[in-house]
């Protein structure tokens, strides 16, 4: 007789382009920006469009592509 296993927890892989909040490196890599100057821009625009959260920040996608369409540099 075979056991069978449930399991709970899906490992299911969020698309980038759906995500509402971004990491620095997910972040960088989408919008085609370097690290350093991702984790600057979101240090001096937090509360903008970058959430400081535990240990790290988090951009969020759709108040960054906003910022992006607004900004003639970065």
Same mark, same amino acid.
């Not at 299911?12 to 980038?16: G, K, Y």
């Not at 971004?22 to 490196?25: A, D, P, Q």
């Not at 969020?60 to 906003?66: H, S, V």
């Given at each position: 007789m075979a056991i069978?296993?449930?399991?709970t927890t899906e490992n299911?892989?969020? =698309?980038?382009s759906e995500k509402y909040t971004?990491?620095?490196?997910e972040a960088?890599?989408?919008f085609n920006i370097g690290t350093k100057k991702m984790r600057r821009l979101a240090e001096d625009?937090?509360?903008r469009f970058a959430v400081f959260s535990g240990n790290r920040y988090l951009i969020?996608? =759709?108040?960054?592509?906003?910022f992006i369409s607004?900004?003639?540099e970065i």
């Open positions: 069978e296993k449930h399991d299911t892989l969020i =698309p980038v971004l990491t620095i490196k960088a890599s989408y625009n937090r509360g969020i996608r =759709p108040q960054f592509e906003k607004a900004s003639s």
